[in-house]
């Protein structure tokens, strides 16, 4: 049995660069009892040959101490600077939001591509790359997968139009508003509230600009819904946003049920894929435990259940159904305390099936000293985890 209990993500672009490097990785992992490290690699094939001989020195090493090297995929989204390097190319293949539209046309922030995970080409193609990684890099003992979920956001700015005078006329609620920095990265928002306190003389108060970053609204999700649940869209909405609001507002349980239900197909895609090309292989994944982001950094309450209902994941039925082999859960931005009721409630959804590690973050944002550390692990061992998933290796050298 691996004495080793804890886990680690790596990512390398600026860490375990040459022998020495890696020498000094899992040095740090047997001194911190962390027995699996989480690679990040590109799920395209085409990999460069220094990363290819990097992982493999990395899996060598590892391996003469006992550590398993699992290989990380961002599984449902693509960030690239240019369209051309995409994974697939069609269109239909990328989400489209509760406006109507498509990260292939408008990607988040410039560079990020949500999957469509109800698509076939996407099921097929990342399933077969998680299994092609493995041909790949032999030293891996799995796949763990990141971001196997919806993306989830609803972004609201207010603006102090009092010295807008005449900008672009009198805004008014419902009219989009295209945002462009000067690299070209386009963002459409939408009006939500425009008032002024007079139009002669042109006195602003303040527009409110919203966007929704929900998906996948796409006619076929839309008519995958209605075959799935049984209900029929009013043919009286035209409109995505009118189909996503009467989704949203009227049938929400439905829709949580039917966006989670795909999730869950896509991972018992990835999982046959895996056991096919290595029995032996296991597959695991980050998953969240709250939605959207960042709760007791921002003095915000825990929202139950909303990695299910904003997220689409539907974790627990996944290691119900024996599609994953360990779980590390993103536990991040809260307190020990809170962080111990989390990962004993974690634990009750898996029922004992399989390890749970406890994500643990440590940014500039939300600092963890060593006595925090050692306290977030008591949390998380009186809770029942396997151990701490470190988030991330660069993050945490210099402390442990």
């Known amino acids: 049995m691996n004495p080793l209990h804890n886990a680690v993500w790596l990512y390398l672009g600026s860490e375990a660069r040459n022998a020495d490097e890696i020498a000094a990785l899992t040095g740090w992992c047997e001194r911190n009892r962390v027995g699996k490290v989480i690679v990040y690699l590109h799920m395209d ?3 460069d040959e220094a990363i290819a001989e990097r992982v493999s020195l990395l899996a060598e090493a590892c391996a003469s101490r006992n550590i398993e090297l699992h290989g990380m995929v961002s599984t449902l989204i693509q960030r690239v600077d240019n369209r051309d390097s995409l994974l697939l190319q069609d269109k239909s293949c990328y989400c489209v939001d509760a406006h109507g539209i498509s990260t292939f046309e408008e990607p988040i922030v410039g560079k990020s591509y949500v999957l469509d995970p109800r698509h076939p080409d996407v099921i097929r193609t990342v399933s077969d790359k998680c299994a092609e990684l493995l041909r790949r890099f032999p030293g891996l003992n799995g796949i763990h997968l990141d971001f196997v979920r919806y993306y989830h956001y609803d972004s609201r700015l207010e603006i102090d139009t009092k010295s807008a005078g005449h900008w ?11 945002l462009e920095t000067a690299d070209g990265v386009r963002t459409t928002f939408f009006i939500e509230q425009a008032s002024n306190l007079y139009n002669d003389p042109p006195i602003g108060d303040k527009l409110v600009l919203s966007r929704s970053y929900r998906y996948c609204f796409c006619e076929d999700c839309l008519s995958g ?3 799935h649940s049984g209900l029929v869209i009013p043919e009286s909405l035209s409109e995505t946003a009118g ?3 009467w989704l949203l507002e009227q049938h929400p349980a439905e829709w949580a049920e039917y966006r989670a239900s795909i999730v869950t197909g896509l991972v018992g895609s990835i999982r046959a894929a895996v056991r096919e090309e290595r029995p032996d292989a296991r597959l695991s994944a980050a998953i969240w435990y709250n939605a959207p982001y960042g709760n007791e950094l921002r003095d915000e309450p825990f929202l139950p259940d909303s990695e299910y209902e904003c997220f689409g994941q539907k974790w627990w039925e996944w290691v119900e159904r024996g599609y994953l082999d360990f779980v590390c859960p993103m536990d991040y931005w809260m307190k020990p305390g809170s962080f111990g009721g989390i990962v004993d409630g974690q634990l009750r959804k898996t029922d004992g099936r399989v390890p749970v590690y406890a994500g643990l ?4 944002e939300y600092e963890i000293d060593r006595s925090g550390y050692e306290e977030y692990a008591r949390m998380a061992e009186a809770g029942g985890a396997a151990g701490i998933c470190f988030f991330h290796y660069g993050s945490w050298k210099q402390l442990l």
Do not use: N, Y
Not at 169 to 176: S, V
Not at 361 to 364: G, Q
């Open 243 to 245: 189909k996503a609001q």
């Open 168 to 178: 672009i006329g009198l805004p008014k609620a419902g009219q989009p508003i295209r």
């Open 45 to 47: 094939s085409r990999q």
């Open 361 to 364: 973050l440590k940014t500039p």
């Open 225 to 227: 819904f209605e075959r």
